[in-house]
């Protein structure tokens, strides 16, 4: 911890300030609307319930930049709430002009996540274990917002308005790293998204149908012999993903040191578990280009290519690529028509527009 914010944690007051506007600590719950197409909600974590006070503090802190090194990137500017939370680049660029390492992934969704008793981790590689863990990495990466957290805790300390949100929030009058993670992980919990076009009509919403070419699309992504998609992307209650670690023939590889990102390999350190990286919701798809952890393909329909006939049948490939052997499970240009097609029915733009995602700065 520097200096400074040593300094500053010791001049905070012991007690909230005594006048007419006293400060309160407020731990409301927050209430997540249940969505048409989604699961019912898991419990929250015992040490981090989902709060008012904590959400809102949470939204302002993810569009917050004063958290980077800079004060020019927030959280947001890598997950916008137009892309589905993700960017609409191959790699974010980060406060000194620097690649991120890989394709900025979509957020919502992710409380569902520890429905899974296999779940192993966040980002594509599973390298923090929680909700809370997640939230600060960024933060600390060189590549992406770079800066220190003593640093993060040092400037919000410095912000009457933020000492006061940390104390409606957790009753704590300091502002700690801990309470930084804790408080994005609460918004982050709060972003749900299961009110699309299929989510209607597969709910027999009055008036809402899918096009012929949809159905067909949606009975090749669950035929075993057709996009074969529903091993990996099932509608496992409305979320199309099962948060399992996958090798879906992108690379070929003779050892394990070939892959050019090991993925899961790299955390866990099994070899069995390089070129695995997390299966990814189909949700909102169509808005979450480009594609893959390294963002390699630009379009949904070379996304499809390569599962129709691109991918590389190595001893790490997963069994679930049953036709790899043949380099995929070659669909037709109509078929692959169709899948697109029901793809997009999987969109859901109020994402963009619900307000409470978006920016709490703009007024």
């Avoid at 699961?39 to 917050?64: C, H, M, Q, S």
Wanted: contains cysteine.
């Amino acid at each position: 911890m520097s200096l400074f914010s040593i300094v500053l944690i010791q001049c905070k007051p012991d007690i909230p300030p005594a006048s007419d506007d006293k400060w309160v600590y407020d731990p409301s719950p927050y209430s997540i609307p249940r969505l048409t197409g989604l699961p019912a909600l898991p419990n929250d974590p015992a040490d981090n319930p989902t709060t008012i006070k904590g959400v809102e503090l949470g939204r302002k802190l993810f569009y917050d930049p004063l958290l980077s090194g800079d004060g020019t990137l927030s959280c947001a500017g890598c997950h916008s709430s137009h892309y589905a939370f993700s960017d609409s680049v191959k790699f974010s660029i980060g406060i000194d002009g620097l690649d991120g390492k890989r394709n900025a992934m979509p957020i919502y969704n992710l409380t569902y996540s520890q429905l899974n008793p296999e779940f192993e981790g966040f980002f594509w590689d599973g390298r923090a274990a929680t909700l809370e863990d997640q939230a600060l990495l960024p933060i600390q990466d060189p590549l992406e917002m770079h800066e220190i957290l003593p640093n993060v805790v040092a400037k919000l300390s410095a912000d009457t308005l933020y000492q006061r949100a940390f104390f409606e929030a957790f009753n704590s009058m300091e502002i700690t790293a801990e309470l930084v993670g804790k408080a994005i992980a609460q918004f982050d919990r709060t972003i749900v998204s299961g009110n699309t076009k299929f989510d209607q009509a597969f709910n027999a919403e009055p008036g809402v149908f899918l096009t012929e070419q949809e159905l067909l699309g949606w009975e090749l992504f669950n035929d075993n012999f057709g996009g074969d998609c529903f091993h990996c992307h099932g509608i496992n209650g409305g979320l199309f993903t099962d948060f399992i670690f996958r090798n879906n023939g992108l690379d070929d590889a003779v050892f394990y040191t070939d892959f050019p990102d090991a993925g899961l390999g790299m955390i866990t350190g099994d070899t069995s578990d390089y070129g695995k990286f997390k299966t990814p919701s189909l949700r909102n798809i169509a808005l979450t280009a480009p594609y893959m952890h390294d963002g390699r393909f630009a379009t949904l329909e070379e996304v499809l290519d390569h599962y129709s006939t691109g991918v590389q049948d190595s001893p790490f490939t997963d069994q679930f690529m049953q036709f790899s052997s043949e380099g995929g499970v070659s669909l037709t240009e109509d078929e692959k028509a169709a899948l697109i097609a029901f793809l997009h029915t999987l969109t859901d733009t109020s994402l963009a527009t619900n307000p409470a995602y978006q920016d709490p700065f703009i007024k």
